[in-house]
């Protein structure tokens, strides 16, 4: 009996020395991995919040500059259709599937995203005040794993708020926006203090969804001078309601960016969001290389800025163009 224990303690032993070795052969390829080891190929989450042609082209640029950088990427791009819930499931997917990087394309999908995870690295493009919307402690100061551009130039706004009125000589400007936007509430809190400024009163209609959006402009009909759609996802998703009211009742649409500008607005003072994403890209590539963290990297303000006017949206909506508005910015003929 005491030679039968023995034997079975020695098997035992044996066992357990065999476990521990195995135990530390995927310890070690762990560690490997945590320690910084090249990846062929590196997964990025893409949360876009809604599909219109600002957003489209600033995940293009982000696109874009990771292949310009050399950076192998698989993505896994999905679209919230312009609802807050989809942002949650999304970004609590990519956590999930354990994704190298998540890119949030709007505030919503930003906000969504760090929600999430405070380990996942996040970029983000598209977002207006991304310190009021609690992303960033500061520009400079962005946090431990976000970091990304904002489209809201100090100078943008005040341009074309600027132009409505001392060109367009409009008194009363109706402002379309969904008040459930951190960003779209942050940019009309500007437009009123730039509007009383230059005497002009501004006439808010709030939306919750793109069905909404139509109603709305319809409702400025015989109130207003000129309508101002800021870079409001909601809105601009359905923007061609806007335009089709703008032209069929001869009121002067301006907006916030210049997509939606060339697709049928008088004018805007903007920048390129495929170049915005395009910095946002490289910020990517930086993070996934190993060069930096996201907390080494400030909020990137977009690097130009220029007023457009739509000469053929300006006809469709009544307004006479001006020669002497080319020494303001410049003339948009339908043609890249």
Known sequence: MKKGRTALSLALVGLLLLSGCGKSETSSGSNEADSGKEKNEFTIGISQFAPHPSLDAATEG???????????????????????????????????????????NATPSATAA????????????????????????????????????????????????????????????GVIYNSGEQNSEVQVKEVKKI?????????????????????AAESLVGRVDAIYVPTDNTVVTALDTVIDVAN????????????????????????????????????????????????EIPVELPNSLKLVINKKAAEAQGLKVKDEWKSLGEFYDGNE
């Open 195 to 215: 509007a009383e400024d230059k005497g002009a009163k501004i006439i808010e209609v709030s939306v919750s969804t793109t069905a909404e959006v139509k109603q």
């Open 114 to 173: 760090l929600n999430a995870t405070k380990d996942i690295p996040i970029v983000f493009t598209s977002v207006t005040d991304p310190v009021g919307a609690e992303l960033v402690e500061a520009f400079d100061k962005p946090g431990k794993n976000i970091t990304g551009t904002t489209d809201n130039h100090p100078e943008a706004t005040k341009k074309t708020i600027s132009f409505i009125s001392d060109e367009v000589k409009a008194k009363n400007i």
């Open 248 to 295: 069929s009742k001869k009121i002067p649409l301006f907006v916030g960016e210049l997509d939606s500008m060339k697709k049928g607005a008088v004018a805007a003072s903007g920048f390129s969001y495929y170049d915005l994403g395009y910095q946002s890209g490289v910020m990517a590539a930086d993070i996934l290389s190993g060069n930096k963290k996201p907390s």
């Open 62 to 104: 982000f696109k874009k500059a990771l292949e310009d950088k050399g950076i192998k990427v698989k993505y896994d791009e999905q679209n919230a259709q312009a609802d807050m819930n989809n942002t949650a499931t999304i970004a609590k997917n990519f956590v999930g599937d354990k994704v190298d990087l998540i890119f949030a």
